[in-house]
């Protein structure tokens, strides 16, 4: 049996073991140990793609951030109105979360113990203030509210859709992507735009 294992073994299947054995366990009480009876492999055969458990949370958390970064890269994130390519931009973070959702949870939970969770964390506020920076651009051009104060809204936007790991689950048998995507747009935007 771990024979088998060993030939479907790929850094990518090592990574995704790692993102749930991190999810499970907490980094910090994930030992290399608990990497490699988890994947099948023998701890050598970890070391022989990554130099430890940090290259992987790197890896992992890198994962999430390409990801939502890429959000700002994308063409209605760039063009148009602030209100509107906030509005995209919101919808998207939603779509990454629930598409990366392992990746994101992981990166939602570092605390800033390690290099790379400082550079997940810096990288996060990074993020955070471009979309900030959006808001205030929709606030003024006339299109959100300005009454409510950009960090507080920014934090309650960004709660909201970081919640959605915490009861989250790709069953099939829940609200889709969509709608939870369309659930989100609705409830921020329904209070923030303002009335025409």
């Not at 999810?23 to 608990?34: C, F, L, P, V």
């Not at 964390?121 to 300005?146: P, T």
């Amino acid at each position: 049996m771990t024979t088998a294992k060993r030939d479907t073994y790929t850094p990518d299947t090592l990574l995704s073991v790692a993102v749930r054995v991190f999810n499970e366990r907490g980094y910090d009480g994930t030992s290399m140990e608990h990497l490699s009876k988890a994947a099948g492999i023998s701890k050598s055969s970890i070391y022989h793609h990554v130099a430890g458990k940090e290259e992987l949370l790197r890896r992992a958390v890198s994962r999430a951030l390409d990801g939502l970064f890429g959000i700002l890269d994308e063409e209605h994130a760039r063009v148009g109105p602030a209100a509107e390519r906030l509005e995209y931009v919101v919808r998207r973070m939603v779509e990454v979360l629930i598409a990366e959702l392992p990746y994101v949870t992981l990166l939602l939970r570092v605390r800033g113990n390690t290099d790379t969770e400082r550079w997940a964390l810096e990288r996060r506020r990074d993020f955070d203030h471009r979309v900030a920076d959006l808001l205030k651009a929709a606030a003024a051009d006339g299109d959100v509210r300005g009454d409510v104060e950009v960090r507080l809204v920014t934090r309650l936007v960004f709660g909201m859709i970081n919640s959605i790991v915490e009861w989250y689950r790709p069953d099939g048998r829940g609200m889709s992507e969509r709608e939870v995507a369309d659930a989100v747009v609705q409830l921020a935007f329904g209070g923030l735009r303002k009335a025409g």
